[in-house]
């Protein structure tokens, strides 16, 4: 028995992560079939060419980040699709919000899942630290060979203690590590969400009146640490009803906040409203109604830390909220985003209004000192990058890599 891997895209890229394990009888396991970062808005058929789907597989998404899952839904409907729990919640709520449900079925292991056996393959889910909740390293055994993936990860975050467990005791005779390489090149310091909360809560202390904030709704983490924050320094975080879903659906049996909490408000906000009675789901709207605050509140009272996108704006703006200089705006996503128009438009609104503009953010991604340490700890015979642009720089000082194309097999050795 031999297995053979094929990164289908992924070797030169950060995003549409798409990889294949073959074992010589010609079952598969897919990691991850995610859409490429710079796809154009409702652009199809863009599952890499060198991805047979004539034949049966079984697709394991690592985390519910669209880069690593937005294809599903151009793959074979009877190749089963399995993820975790939460990132099962997750990747439906997107497609709901869209007015797009997804039109498949997702398998998810459990919360604490050992090995699952699928097919030939042992399929070990290995929950670790990223700015997409329920994120997962994939260990793969077949054919008497291990491979590790590690999907997206960082060791800074609020589960960081999972990466450096593993670490102290990594799953030993890996052959063959598949690693992310994000942040490679990146010189600047990689913070922890508590430094974050920390400089959040200076922030919200020296504001007079309100503070702006965008953040992703699915980023959990950065909702926790700005609701923290936002309690340790008196005020109420207000967030509109699809983060007030996304915490609905993965909140329970946990310690993240929901509505319900104090210091916590969920704004309703017109246009979303519309959409989730559209979506047929006007009962979480009237649920929310128990936390809710109109928009209008939002100009009247000043201890708020509100939630902004553009998305929220004219809403915002029609209730009559006015920026001004007695507030803030924190923009707290990859900076690269503010190219982006959707992205830049309440950071200028609100910069033009003379809001103090801040930017208090960290990566979802390992640093290079941390991918380093990594690797080293885990001491795989071959390391193959993928998820970077940056793994041909010269000094990079990792040992034993293999440099793949996109869709090259290579049999494992
Ligand atoms: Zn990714
Ligand atoms: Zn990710």
């Not at 992924?10 to 990691?31: K, M, N, P, V, Y």
């Not at 590590?177 to 913070?191: A, D, F, Q, W």
């Not at 609100?350 to 290079?368: D, E, M, N, V």
């Not at 991918?371 to 010269?394: E, S």
Request: hydrophobic share 40%; charged share 25%.
């Amino acid at each position: 028995m031999s297995l053979a891997l094929t990164v289908h895209r992924g070797t030169q890229e950060i995003g549409g992560s798409c990889i294949e394990l073959a074992d010589s009888s010609g079952e598969r396991i897919i990691l991850d079939a995610g859409r490429p970062l710079d796809a154009p808005e409702g652009a199809t058929g863009l599952l890499p060419q060198t991805l047979d789907r004539s034949r049966p597989a079984t697709v394991i998404i690592s985390h519910p980040h669209q880069d690593h899952w937005g294809l599903v839904e151009e793959l074979p409907q009877d190749w089963p699709v399995w993820c975790g729990p939460h990132a099962a919640s997750l990747i439906r709520v997107t497609g709901e919000v869209r007015r797009q449900p997804l039109d498949r079925e997702l398998r998810s292991w459990e919360p604490r899942q050992g090995p699952m056996r699928i097919g030939a393959f042992t399929v070990t889910p290995i929950l670790t630290d990223h700015s997409a909740f329920d994120a997962y390293m994939i260990l793969i055994e077949a054919a008497g060979k291990r491979v590790l993936y590690t999907g997206d990860f960082r060791r800074h975050g609020r589960k960081s203690a999972l990466v450096d467990r593993m670490m102290t005791d990594p799953p030993g005779k890996i052959d063959v590590l598949l690693m992310e390489g994000t942040n490679l090149r990146s010189s600047k310091p990689v913070k922890s969400e508590t430094e974050l909360e920390a400089e959040f809560l200076e922030l919200f202390e020296g504001t007079p009146d309100r503070v702006f904030v965008s953040w992703s709704g699915q980023n959990i983490d950065r909702t926790v640490t700005l609701y923290r924050a936002a309690k340790r320094a008196g005020r109420t975080l207000v967030i509109d009803l699809y983060t007030a879903d996304v915490l609905d659906r993965v909140a329970e049996g946990t310690g993240v906040p929901r509505p319900g909490f104090p210091n916590l408000k969920v704004v309703i906000t017109r246009s979303l409203a519309r959409n989730y009675r559209r979506q047929g789901r006007a009962d979480f709207v009237d649920r929310m109604a128990a936390h809710a605050i109109p928009a209008r509140a939002l100009a009247r009272d000043r201890h708020w830390v509100i939630m902004l996108r553009r998305a929220l704006m004219r809403d915002y703006i029609d209730a009559g909220v006015q920026p001004s200089a007695r507030d803030a705006y924190n923009f707290s996503m990859w900076r690269g985003y503010l190219d982006d128009a959707y992205h830049a438009e309440p950071h200028d609104w609100c910069g033009a209004a003379g809001a103090r503009l801040a930017y208090i953010h960290t990566s979802g991604h390992a640093s290079p000192d941390d991918l380093r340490r990594f690797a080293v700890a885990v001491a795989p015979k071959t390391l193959v990058p993928v998820h970077g642009v940056h793994w041909d720089d010269p000094g990079l000082e990792f040992s034993d890599v293999r440099r793949l194309g996109n869709g090259e097999r290579w049999q494992i050795r």
